[in-house]
């Protein structure tokens, strides 16, 4: 069997189990702002227990918005990424932990070089316990000390999520990188 045989049968097994996992067990979708999608998307597509992510856009008033759309800062959208994870094998709370871990949460409508109100820190809840774990998350970091500035990360109810154009998608592991040069 030649390399490429293998690596195809490689693919073609983790797309089976991933399909057997969204059929057969109890997935959760979570979804979390922290600046520029990609590298979000990154940190948490390489967790244990995360299914599948999408990069896209929410919160914001325009129906179906575009990348362009977005830039133009007057949608109102936030990049966000969508996590579906199986609670049995990582729970809210570690992923709560990677979003924390990967952003900084005190600066408004900005992540580094980035700046606009959809690089803002948010976190869309899907339900009563994932509200409840994100601001408990929230004000335990806050009183941590960590950050000498006021958390301005915002909690809301999940909106419609518009997944973002195919180059988007896993944008950094398509180039070979595994995060964002900042």
């Given amino acids: 069997m030649s390399k490429s ?3 195809c049968g490689k693919h073609l097994v983790a797309h089976l189990v991933q399909w057997f996992h969204r059929v057969h067990m109890q997935t959760e979708k979570a ?3 922290a600046g520029c999608f990609w590298g979000v998307e990154e940190a948490f597509r390489n ?3 995360v299914l599948s992510t999408s990069v896209g856009y929410a919160g914001g008033t325009q129906q179906n918005p575009t990348y362009q759309d977005v830039c133009t800062d007057k949608t109102g959208h936030a990049e966000v990424v969508e996590v579906e994870f ?3 094998q990582v729970s809210y709370d570690e992923l709560l932990n990677v979003f924390w871990s990967n952003h900084n949460p005190t600066t408004r409508n900005r992540q580094g070089p980035d ?3 959809q690089y803002r820190s948010v976190i ?3 339900s009563p316990e994932q509200q409840a774990s994100a601001n408990a998350s929230k004000e335990k970091l806050e009183k941590s000390g960590r950050f000498n500035r006021r958390i301005v990360t915002q909690i809301e109810p999940a909106p419609t999520f518009w997944r ?3 180059y988007h998608q896993r944008y950094l592991q398509k180039r070979g990188q595994s995060h964002c040069a900042v």
Avoid: L, N, W
């Fill in 5 to 7: 045989s293998r690596e």
């Fill in 31 to 33: 979804t979390f702002g």
């Fill in 47 to 49: 967790v244990k227990g």
């Fill in 86 to 88: 199986d609670p049995s």
């Fill in 115 to 117: 700046v606009g109100t």
């Fill in 124 to 126: 869309f809840y899907h």
């Fill in 164 to 166: 973002a154009e195919e």
